[in-house]
């Protein structure tokens, strides 16, 4: 069995570089865990776009306290001083709506949910139909960018409770 000597100084310089890789390694981890929102409870916080004074989102129908026969609806959008655009495009002074069903106005520094009380309107759409069950419901729009965060300030209407009855 032949033995090979190694000279001390060349395991000192491997142990030094794989000490500093282990830095390295654990130094990037660190890194990417807070640019991608862990250190932060899991929400990566988003660049926030700037809404005009006097921006104004707002329902032109159903109007407030309106009763509805049956449980669809058109449910049509206004916008002033500010114009409506889909998602991803990120143009100045432009957003475009998300519809609140009998829930709060969400973090308004973060994404606006996507879910069956918060429906998005990521075409540039002005107008939907959409259907509830019988009784008692609220609506609210308000507008989000082209990341689906509110403006700052957010831009949202006055929320509205509509009735539904059955056929």
Not at 84 to 113: F, M, R, S, Y
Not at 130 to 149: A, M, N, R, S, Y
Request: proline fraction near 8%; charge should be positive.
């Amino acid at each position: 069995m032949r033995r090979t000597r190694v000279p001390l100084l060349l395991i000192r310089r491997h142990l030094a570089q794989a000490h500093c890789g282990g830095l390295r390694t654990a130094v990037c981890a660190t890194l990417v865990a807070l640019c991608f929102g862990i250190g932060t409870g899991g929400v990566a916080r988003a660049e926030q776009t700037q809404s005009p004074p006097g921006a104004e989102e707002y329902i032109i129908w159903p109007s407030d306290g309106a009763v509805i026969h049956g449980g669809k609806l058109w449910v049509r959008m206004g916008l002033r001083n500010m114009g409506v655009c889909p998602k991803g495009v990120a143009l100045p002074n432009t957003g475009h709506h998300h519809l609140l069903i009998d829930t709060d106005l969400p973090a308004l520094d973060q994404e606006i949910p996507s879910d069956r009380q918060h429906l998005h309107f990521g075409a540039g759409e002005t107008d939907a139909r959409i259907e509830l069950p019988p009784g008692k419901h609220t609506l609210q729009l308000i507008l989000g960018d082209h990341h689906h965060v509110p403006h700052v300030p957010p831009v949202y209407s006055k929320k509205i409770t509509i009735t539904v009855l059955k056929d």
